[in-house]
């Protein structure tokens, strides 16, 4: 059998049929009444011709299709992993690299039920990596023979007529012991100590996070243009940017918002803190101009754009100057900082920083979540297994997010 949930693979029959379907093909059960509606189907377009092919095999005709069969499960076809194959095998060129399709994770994941759920933190991506390096070295160690389906560089006609089955990592969701390789008599699963060893990584309270250092040079603001009438030179409640230069916003309406390129961090003198600035992709453009001139030069327009950024003019037209030196001219978008009060966190901005830390659940809780969302029950358990989730993560938030207390969220 191979796992194939694809709309070609699935009929709509009765329950009780389907409880009862076992390993029978449709064929042997439907064809002598269904075969010419299947073809009528097929001839009008109703059903493809792998629908069609699929309804009307026999048991004989499977070796036929058996390497097909494997290299659906087994080969990943999305363009995105094979170029990150072809450059992990120019970087190691003596090492095997296997590719192991999402569907075979995903299938290990819902079967042993580890629940994957993006909304509470990044750890899902980690589990699956390791999900994926352990059953692909399964694979290897359990089947020598399809190694050509899965490794780089070693795909090739194989033999695969004796396979009794295409769903190969069934073994590892239904063993009742130990699955050993026939080849090697190594132990390549132990459903008691591996299904262990998941949960064991799956519940890591905390796991190594990188997030992309980003530096804009797109856009020069945000996109929506406002009318005249919005701006407050006409009574409006929005600051406008011109949209072309000579136009005036009371008149063509404007930006309210220019696109930051990156930041650059400075020390307050007289207040003895430090400051995040916002440096445009317009300026950006500015500084590249002025780089191309000297380091010099580019310094000192740099600081003329900080200072201009800095400085307050007053109703009367009085401007005050703050004093500041330069610490990091150049700092990405979602930069890494860490400091005494808030611990680890991502600077996103010059006002809006992101938590690093990441919000911890465990597979219980996990589990209730899922369980809720696909439940049956009747609201008053629902409404006692969202009140249980809740106050578990309030009391996470409440020990480890210290970046809330910014803005007062404890007190809302």
Known sequence: MIKDNSLDNRVLVHPLVNREKD?????????????GMWRQWHAAGLISSRKLRNL???PDEIDKYASGFVARQLVETRQIIKLTEQIVADQYPDTKIIAVKAGLSSQLRKELDFPKNREVNHYHHAFDAFLAARIGT????RYPNLEPFFTYGKFKKTEVKKLKSFNFIRDMTHAKDKIVA??????????????NELDRIYNFKRMLITHEVRFETASLFKQTLYAAKNSKNRGGSRQLIPKKKGYLVDIYGGYTQETGSYLSVVRLTKKAMYAVVKVSTRDAAKLAVAKSISEQKE?????????????????????????????????????????????????????????????????EYQRMWKDILLSNHGDAQIEGQLDQIF???????????NLYDINQFRKK
């Open 23 to 35: 390993t029978i093909f449709a064929s042997t059960r439907f064809a002598k009444q269904t075969n």
């Open 56 to 58: 009307q095999m026999r």
């Open 138 to 141: 399964y694979l290897l160690k």
């Open 182 to 195: 026939k080849e090697t008599g190594e132990i390549v699963w132990d459903n008691a100590s591996d299904i």
């Open 299 to 363: 310094n000192e327009t740099l600081k003329k754009i900080i200072d201009g950024k800095l400085s307050k003019t007053s109703k009367k037209g009085k401007t005050t100057h703050q004093l500041f030196e330069i610490v990091l001219p150049r700092v990405g978008q979602k930069t890494l900082f860490k400091n005494s009060k808030y611990n680890q966190f991502l600077v996103n901005s010059d006002t809006y920083m992101h938590n690093y830390q990441e919000l911890w659940m465990p597979r």
């Open 391 to 401: 106050k578990f993560i309030v009391s996470q938030v409440n020990s480890y997010f």
